[in-house]
């Protein structure tokens, strides 16, 4: 039995994890189990998966996962602490599907100890890509793409040689404003923002859609991931969300990942790599389907693309910076307090501004958890002041 942890149990990547897990009950041995304020979800999930802890990142969640463990021979555990500890026991393969930087420190931990890293957690890789990578280089670890487009590439890959590969080209369906008026998107609600064309997700990475942020975190990811350079990544807009990744080599050929829009594949082909196993995902009818179609991203409609390719050019610690501001900026516009289109603009000005503030704070480029985590304050409060100025 393969010894398995879910980080993020209770989110969208962490319920379509659960679902495959349990069509083979016999074949995982469930060791931990983390979520958020939805306790009942993760006792339940615990319970049936007989996972030996269930962590809630929030301590004063601790009482109500207790009482929902009752009778059940299961630990309960609270807060950052207890993540990292779970992300200590030892599992053959984790999956890493906390939302945002929070996911940095247990991936790394479950890297220490010699685990099959699934990646879902993005953010980590933007914050701390060659952290991540030199970390599972050093306890012979592997990190394996979960992303759609990532895992599309990764597949694209198989038996090549990345000396022949020219470029990559990772599609964006749009979001949920791709065909809205542009002077439309100032006034763009938080439950407009929050539907997705062709994608079920986390309502965080859904607006992040609508943004193109991201598919600007996913540009950075795919620089971490296959080591090219930014001028070989490509983005293009691809409505049906069907072709999820291309890789072009130096001969011309262009391969395509084709696929329902469903994590599970990307999921599965993760948890059963280098084999290919049966997954309960559609089947694609192309005739059916009858056309794809493609267009360049319009850079007034997606500012937020533009800046990627800003923050790969500086490099050192400034993915940390943009992930932690985008974070911030998020959660500010979530809460009502800014437009839509203010949150690039708001990333954009922390990241013309960081230098000098990191400087102030004694903060060196050498990338630890500790630098990251503090770049990543650094920026979160930036954000806050600038809004507070605005705000008066
Ligand atoms: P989600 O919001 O549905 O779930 C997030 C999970 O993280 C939940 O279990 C939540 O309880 C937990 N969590 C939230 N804040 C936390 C914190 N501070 N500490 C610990 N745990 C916390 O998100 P999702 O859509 O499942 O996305 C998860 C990750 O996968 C993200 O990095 C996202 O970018 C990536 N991803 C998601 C999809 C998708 O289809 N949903 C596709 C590609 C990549
Ligand atoms: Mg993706």
Redesign the pocket.
């Given at each position: 039995m393969r010894k398995i942890s879910i980080?993020?149990?209770?989110?969208?990547?962490?319920?379509?994890t659960i679902d495959l897990i349990r069509r083979a009950p016999d074949a995982y041995d469930v060791v931990a189990l983390?979520?958020?304020?939805?306790i009942a979800q993760l006792a339940r999930d615990a319970i049936a998966l007989r996972a030996d802890v269930a962590v809630t990142?929030y301590p004063d969640q601790l009482d109500a996962l207790r009482a929902a463990l009752t009778g059940h021979d299961i630990e309960a555990a609270a807060g950052?602490s207890a993540?990292i500890e779970a992300a200590q026991r030892p599992a053959d393969w984790v999956m890493s599907?906390?939302?945002?930087a929070?996911?940095l420190a247990p991936g790394l931990e479950a890297l220490k100890q010699g685990a099959t890293l699934a990646l879902?957690?993005?953010?980590s890789l933007v914050c701390a890509g060659s952290l991540l990578l030199e970390t599972a280089r050093r306890h012979n670890a592997r990190i394996l793409p979960?992303?759609?487009e990532h895992s599309a590439v990764f597949q694209g890959l198989v038996g090549e040689d990345m000396a022949a590969v020219e470029r990559i080209v990772i599609t964006a369906s749009g979001g949920a404003f791709r065909d809205w008026p542009l002077a439309d998107l100032k006034t763009a609600t938080v439950a407009q923002a929050s539907s997705h064309p062709n994608?079920?997700?986390?309502?965080?990475?859904?607006i992040?859609s609508a943004s193109m942020f991201?598919k600007a975190?996913e540009v950075i990811e795919t620089r971490e991931f296959f080591d090219v350079r930014p001028e070989q990544i490509e983005v293009v807009v691809h409505p049906e969300s069907i072709v999820h990744a291309l890789v072009g080599f130096n001969d011309g050929a262009l391969m395509a990942h084709l696929g329902a829009p469903d994590?599970r594949h990307?999921i599965g082909y993760a948890l059963h790599w280098p084999d290919r196993r049966d997954l309960p995902v559609e089947r694609l009818d192309l005739a059916k389907l009858a056309q794809l179609t493609f267009r360049a991203p319009d850079p007034a409609r997606y500012p937020a693309l533009q800046l990627a390719y800003d923050v790969m050019a500086r490099g050192g610690l400034m993915g940390a910076v943009f992930n932690a501001a985008k974070e911030r900026a998020l959660d500010h516009f979530i809460a009502g307090r800014i437009g839509f289109l203010d949150m690039a603009t708001l990333v954009a000005q922390v990241l013309a501004q960081v230098d000098e503030r990191a400087g102030e704070h004694g903060i060196d480029d050498a990338m630890t958890l500790d630098t990251v985590t503090r770049m990543d304050h650094l920026a979160r409060g930036e954000v806050d002041n600038a809004i507070l100025k605005q705000t008066g």
């Amino acid at each position: 039995m393969r010894k398995i942890s879910i980080f993020g149990a209770t989110g969208s990547i962490g319920q379509s994890t659960i679902d495959l897990i349990r069509r083979a009950p016999d074949a995982y041995d469930v060791v931990a189990l983390t979520g958020g304020g939805n306790i009942a979800q993760l006792a339940r999930d615990a319970i049936a998966l007989r996972a030996d802890v269930a962590v809630t990142a929030y301590p004063d969640q601790l009482d109500a996962l207790r009482a929902a463990l009752t009778g059940h021979d299961i630990e309960a555990a609270a807060g950052p602490s207890a993540l990292i500890e779970a992300a200590q026991r030892p599992a053959d393969w984790v999956m890493s599907a906390i939302v945002g930087a929070a996911g940095l420190a247990p991936g790394l931990e479950a890297l220490k100890q010699g685990a099959t890293l699934a990646l879902a957690n993005k953010e980590s890789l933007v914050c701390a890509g060659s952290l991540l990578l030199e970390t599972a280089r050093r306890h012979n670890a592997r990190i394996l793409p979960v992303d759609s487009e990532h895992s599309a590439v990764f597949q694209g890959l198989v038996g090549e040689d990345m000396a022949a590969v020219e470029r990559i080209v990772i599609t964006a369906s749009g979001g949920a404003f791709r065909d809205w008026p542009l002077a439309d998107l100032k006034t763009a609600t938080v439950a407009q923002a929050s539907s997705h064309p062709n994608w079920d997700m986390g309502q965080r990475i859904t607006i992040d859609s609508a943004s193109m942020f991201n598919k600007a975190l996913e540009v950075i990811e795919t620089r971490e991931f296959f080591d090219v350079r930014p001028e070989q990544i490509e983005v293009v807009v691809h409505p049906e969300s069907i072709v999820h990744a291309l890789v072009g080599f130096n001969d011309g050929a262009l391969m395509a990942h084709l696929g329902a829009p469903d994590m599970r594949h990307a999921i599965g082909y993760a948890l059963h790599w280098p084999d290919r196993r049966d997954l309960p995902v559609e089947r694609l009818d192309l005739a059916k389907l009858a056309q794809l179609t493609f267009r360049a991203p319009d850079p007034a409609r997606y500012p937020a693309l533009q800046l990627a390719y800003d923050v790969m050019a500086r490099g050192g610690l400034m993915g940390a910076v943009f992930n932690a501001a985008k974070e911030r900026a998020l959660d500010h516009f979530i809460a009502g307090r800014i437009g839509f289109l203010d949150m690039a603009t708001l990333v954009a000005q922390v990241l013309a501004q960081v230098d000098e503030r990191a400087g102030e704070h004694g903060i060196d480029d050498a990338m630890t958890l500790d630098t990251v985590t503090r770049m990543d304050h650094l920026a979160r409060g930036e954000v806050d002041n600038a809004i507070l100025k605005q705000t008066g």
